[in-house]
């Protein structure tokens, strides 16, 4: 089973989104900050996918996102915001994100962008 780790500040998105992910048959996991998410994932945990919030009480930038690809370059990350223009969402892809999306989404979509980055 592909894991997921859903980083986002609102407990109601990462509940929502990660009740959707595990009816599609997705282990997930919840990080609620940047400090939360670096622990996450230097535990060694094979996370697969991950849903990365631009805007975190302890970053808001592109920062975390660039750690995150030295720290587990295996793993997609699927860049999620509210608050990017056009060229945050493009210096998002240049860094290494797998996809970058404006928030609100659709959780279709989002279901089918996690089976496209475990796919790849």
């Known amino acids: 089973m592909a894991s997921v780790l859903i980083v986002d ?3 109601l998105i990462r509940w929502s989104v990660g009740q959707s992910l595990q009816d599609a048959g997705y282990q997930v996991m919840e990080a ?7 622990e996450r994932v230097n535990t060694g945990q094979d996370i697969c996918v991950i849903l990365l919030d631009l805007k975190l009480p302890d970053s808001s930038d592109l920062g975390l996102l660039r750690r ?3 720290l587990a370059p295996r793993c997609r990350i699927i860049l999620m915001t509210a608050h990017g ?9 240049r860094a ?21 980055a475990i796919a790849a």
């Open 96 to 116: 290494g994100a797998f996809r970058a999306v404006g928030k609100p989404f659709d959780m279709d979509d989002m279901i089918g962008l996690v089976n496209e």
């Open 85 to 93: 223009s056009i060229e945050t969402l493009d210096e998002a892809l």
């Open 68 to 70: 995150l690809r030295i």
């Open 32 to 38: 609620a900050t940047a400090r939360e998410t670096l």
């Open 9 to 11: 500040d609102e407990e």
